[in-house]
Each structure stands twice: as structure tokens, then as C-alpha cells.
């Protein structure tokens, strides 16, 4: 079955870039939307955005100045950048799968997330 | 932007007895294509989350039919018919009309 790998530096410098990305294995990356979330040490849930498999991104809003999102098909991975980031950033970060599926009479699908990763912890600090 | 309002953030239980969280929205989940744009997701303990229900009634690939969700508008609930032991966790409703919004979260836990 399909399986979600995050990896990427566990510490970064204030004022640097996060750079994340979520190796697919198991399955195809194509067909699919691919999303990131993050938790903060003891607190809830953030969805930071998604990405198409041909790249159409989708940001929340409050992070959209700093956040880029990429795909690379040849390896199946998918990836985030987060620029300019401060302590507030200091979060785990899941990987997730939006799987698509029918709404009857439409000819578009609702997706909503099967697949997560562990989660890979990135602390922001000097 | 849509808000969403969790409760209660706390809920001991007993096991075989039911239990019932709440997720209010500023404004209506409802598309325009008759559908409810809502999501619930458990976070069991050392766990990422876990897909339960979509679309507001509709039970993910595998979950036990104890859980299922309901609502309509702004008001949305996620029913466990019978707790388990293996069902405590952080329970999130997210919509997911525009953008995505999590819910604050409601920490289930064992009396």
C-alpha cells in the first residue's frame, strides 16, 4: 500500500528557509492531490496546502507570502519550501494523500486525506 | 474566512457507553452541489491523524460503523456509538469548502 516518508533538517535557523519533502513509495504520485499539515508542540492541527501531481498549488493564506510547493514526478516525491520562517513555524510536519472520490451527479470528486507520513519535527531556533 | 467553533475540548468516557462531539461553523458547509464539505480525523496518542468520516456522513475505507457523523449548515457531530478503549485520542473536524480548516480539537480519553 501507499506510503508517505517526510524528511528533511529536524533544526533551522531563524530567518532561514524549511525545506521539506515527502517521498511516496508503494504508488504512483500522479493522479493525485498531495498535502502538508502541521502540529505545533502540543497544540492542534494547521493544513498549510496542497499540491496536484502537474503542480496547481493551493496555500493558506496566512502563510502564502512564504510558502512554495513543488512536485517531482521521476522520483515521486513532493516537496515545501517555507522562507523567512521564526519560532512560530517550529511544528511536526505531515505529509498527506488526498484521495479523490465521486460526489454523485457532479463530474468533479471531494477529496479528503487517507494517507499521512509520521511526521518529521522541525525546530526553528539559532 | 471560516471559524470554526470545536466542543467540548475535553470528554472523559466509559467504555460501551456513547459519546458525541460538536463542530460549529461561521457560515454554511453546504456546495452548491448539495454536499457537506466536512472532514473528522482521530489522532490517536504517538499517532498521525486518521481519516473517519468525509463528507460529513460518510465513513472512510475501514472505520467501524460505531463512529458515524451527521448535521447540516453550520452544525456538524461525529457519534461514537459505543467507545472503545482503542478510540481515545484527539478527534479534529476540518471543512474543507474553502481552503481547509481544522477544528481545535477534542481530546477523548478514559474515565
Known amino acids: 500500500q501507499v506510503q508517505l516518508q517526510e524528511s528533511g533538517p529536524g533544526l533551522v535557523t531563524p530567518s532561514e528557509t524549511l525545506s521539506l519533502t515527502c517521498t511516496v513509495s508503494g504508488g504512483s504520485i500522479s493522479g493525485y492531490y498531495w498535502s502538508w499539515v502541521r502540529q505545533p508542540p502540543g497544540k492542534g492541527l494547521e493544513w498549510i496546502g496542497y499540491i496536484h501531481y502537474t503542480g496547481i498549488t493551493r496555500y493558506t493564506p496566512s502563510l502564502q507570502s512564504r510558502l512554495t510547493m513543488s512536485v517531482d514526478r521521476s522520483n515521486n516525491q513532493f516537496s515545501l519550501r517555507l522562507s523567512s520562517v521564526t519560532a512560530a513555524d517550529t511544528a511536526v510536519y505531515y505529509c498527506a494523500r488526498l484521495l479523490h472520490t465521486a460526489i454523485p451527479g457532479q463530474s468533479y470528486n471531494y477529496h479528503y486525506m487517507d494517507v499521512w507520513g509520521k511526521g518529521t519535527t522541525v525546530s526553528v531556533s539559532s | 474566512d471560516i471559524v470554526v467553533t470545536q466542543s467540548p475540548l475535553s470528554l472523559p468516557v466509559t467504555p460501551g457507553e456513547p459519546a458525541s462531539i460538536s463542530c460549529r461553523f461561521s457560515q454554511s458547509l453546504l456546495h452548491s452541489n448539495g454536499f457537506y464539505y466536512l472532514d473528522w480525523y482521530l489522532q490517536k496518542p504517538g499517532q498521525s491523524p486518521q481519516v473517519l468520516i468525509y463528507?460529513?456522513?460518510n465513513r472512510a475505507s475501514g472505520v467501524p460503523d460505531r463512529f458515524s457523523g451527521s448535521g447540516s449548515g453550520t452544525h456538524f457531530t461525529l457519534k461514537i456509538s459505543r467507545v472503545e478503549a482503542e478510540d481515545v485520542g484527539v478527534y479534529y473536524c476540518m471543512q474543507t469548502l474553502q481552503d481547509r480548516t481544522f477544528g481545535q480539537g477534542t481530546k477523548v480519553e478514559i474515565k
Open positions: 463528507m460529513a456522513s
